[in-house]
């Protein structure tokens, strides 16, 4: 945009058009445009700047019947009433007040007012739905906090479901996200840095932490790739978790995504790094380790014996996921001795008939049943589930009575279907379900050992990860004895005092274990010590 005292003559040549350049990013280019003293300058700039944009309203009006002023707002992003009555309050102003600052003092009825002295700090906020308001002979504009877009109202988690615990999920409006955190840590060392990211979206990010656990290094590592992203629009967490993760090739997943402000809460508990994105319920948790994947929120909810056996439960399901087809193709095509005789004879019964190998039957059912996978979430919820069990059956039973494939195939890749959906993150599963497919092939070709020589290069792969410097296989590979007591088993909340020591923390202890040590010396709250034989009128012995 030209500035208004740049504009050259008819006839001369015209500088090339900001908006024609590759690179522009107009909170750069704007950053030197003033906010000028004419009414007139100003609305002139600011409808030439949002030529063609039916949404952009300037309400141009007058304080007092003397003095010009201009109100300009997103239409459906501010609440019309409350800049209706603005503009009432304004247009009655008595006194003959000019000066800006005795304006936004005085007389606006508006709590949330900030000044700015130039368009791209006054345009950056207009568009995220506050409302600027100019007042003739002044070179600042306030920004009133009006801000009424439509947005969802605050749900449980479709992903992150649970039978005890927060109903409560993000939603795609980034004040009422960090509002949630604000309410469950209500502490001043609750830092949320503000950045906006994406030339053309401008979306707004906030990086959160605690400033007296987490290492300030993490949180420099995070901001400084933050800063680091040139790409034209930021619009869903995927798009930054592919940009700053360490490793880009890796298939698992080296930050945690979360729609749980309770998940994101405790994660901050530990040292770690919160990163909240507008427009998406998405907020994505540096540093992450692989046993994370293991774990959900009801585990520290419920209590400690159950959300242990679960724990080993969600593991052993996940060996069944990796390799049950890859273990059924190597032991039916090449170590049959492996089996049972009466096992083996059931099984060779079955695939009799079969005209495949094991790994072409294999691979068609898992291709199958992935594509009903992806169709059960792709149709509307009211017929998705529907569609996909059934479909599971019938196109089971009739690949079975066809010949196509055997009942056993179907009975494996079922109980790794039904495998994979006890893993509690999502990303991880997506992890497992792609290499399920390399270790099939090896397994076909080099049987046991070939599952034996993918999984060592899986571990091999694992070890050398990082995740914002944090080793991937923490605290088992390097190995901290004292963090596995929330990793093979959850133990109860009075054995972990401590954060985990593989996370750089400025303050390891959690929980002061006073109270259940004299719980356990006193066999109960002062136990065997209290006096049942109290005498009347007397008061208990403290």
Known sequence: MIHPKNRKKKGQDAPEHPLRKAEYRFIDELRSVPVFMSIEDNKSYLEELFKDCSDFVIREFRIEQSLPAILFFVDG???????????????????????????????????????????????????????????????????????????????????????????????????????????????????????????????????????????????????????????????????????????????????????????????????????????????????????????????????????????????????????????????????????????????????????????????????TFEALREAGIRLPKAIGSAVSILGALVVGQSAVQAGIVSAPMVIVVSLTGIASFTIPRFNGAIAIRMLRFPILIAASLFGMYGILIMIMLIMGHLANLRSFGIPYLSPVGPLSSGDLKDIVFRAPWWAMGRRPSFMPLQDSKRIDDSLPQEITEQSGQRGKTIDHTIEEGKEPVE
């Open 77 to 367: 992003m501010a609440k019309t009433e409350l800049v209706n009555e603005t503009m009432k309050s304004l247009m009655i102003l008595e006194g003959g007040e000019e000066l800006i600052d005795n304006i936004s003092d005085m007389t606006l009825p508006v709590s949330q007012i900030q000044k700015a002295d130039n368009y791209a700090d006054m345009l950056l906020s207009v568009l995220g739905g506050d409302t600027g308001l100019i007042v003739e002979h002044n070179n600042k504009a306030l920004l009133l906090g009006m801000r009424g877009a439509e947005k969802r109202s605050i749900n449980e988690p479709d992903t992150e479901s649970v039978v005890r615990g927060p109903r409560e999920g993000f939603v795609e409006n980034i004040r009422t996200n960090t509002s949630m955190i604000r309410r469950k840590l209500k502490t001043p060392h609750l830092k949320m840095k503000p950045m906006i990211l994406g030339r053309e979206s401008n979306t707004n990010v906030v990086v959160t932490y605690l400033d007296d656990l987490a290492d300030p290094s993490v949180v420099h590592e995070v901001v400084k790739r933050l800063e680091k992203i040139k790409i034209d629009a930021v619009l869903e967490s995927g798009y930054i978790e592919e940009l700053i993760q360490d490793s880009t090739y890796s298939p698992f997943p080296q930050l945690q995504y979360t729609e749980r402000p309770d998940v994101v809460a405790a994660a901050l508990l530990q040292g770690r790094v919160g990163i909240l994105i507008d427009g998406t319920p998405f907020t994505l948790i540096v540093p992450f380790v692989f046993a994370e994947i293991m774990q959900a929120s009801e585990d520290y909810y419920e209590r400690y014996q159950i959300a242990t056996l679960i724990r080993w439960l969600r593991y052993t399901f996940m060996v069944l996921s990796l390799l049950t087809p890859a273990l059924y193709v190597a032991i039916t095509t090449y170590h049959q001795d492996l089996l049972p005789t009466s096992l083996l004879l059931s099984v060779a019964a079955a695939r009799e008939a079969i005209p495949f190998p094991a790994v072409v039957e294999a691979l068609i059912m898992e291709v």
